[in-house]
């Protein structure tokens, strides 16, 4: 039987590996509306070898939303608007980070039991939810996974 990570675990897999990843995580974020947190989530279920359905990651987009839209996104959107000001600035961001771990401790209390399967493509069924081209974003897909190897 799988086992999820503990908040703390998942935020230090996150630390560890966001700033490789950063570029196309945020790709990914601003074209395609994606939940940053879930697409870390799913490289680390890759990682395991787990396996979810559609329509469990469908769940777990839908469980994280109402956080993200009423905690993250404004915050992030009021950091980015904000110039000059650098003391408020860097206060926003310790908020938007507080409202990160509050997504991913979202995420994994909603997530399902992972099953141990073949590799199984977690990111492009999670992309071919928020947009049906997922060719387009084959780069970018190979992009994160290099990313984690080097």
Request: charged share 15%; net charge negative.
């Amino acid at each position: 039987m799988a086992k999820l990570p503990t908040a703390g675990q998942f935020w230090q897999f996150c630390l560890q590996y966001y700033p490789g990843l950063q570029q196309p995580l945020l790709k990914l974020q601003d074209e395609l509306g994606a939940n940053v947190n879930l697409l870390l989530l799913l490289l680390y279920a890759e990682q395991q070898r787990w396996h979810w359905s559609a329509t469990e990651i469908t769940l777990l987009h839908q469980a994280v939303q109402p956080v993200n839209q009423q905690y993250t996104l404004p915050i992030r959107q009021l950091r980015r608007q904000l110039s000059g000001q650098p003391t408020i600035k860097a206060a926003l961001l310790q908020a938007e980070l507080a409202a990160e771990k509050l997504e991913q401790q979202t995420l994994l209390a909603a997530c399902p039991e992972p099953a141990h399967q073949p590799a199984t493509d977690l990111l492009a069924c999670y992309l071919q939810q928020l947009a049906p081209q997922t060719e387009r974003w084959q780069q970018t897909l190979f992009d994160l996974r290099q990313s984690l190897i080097d």
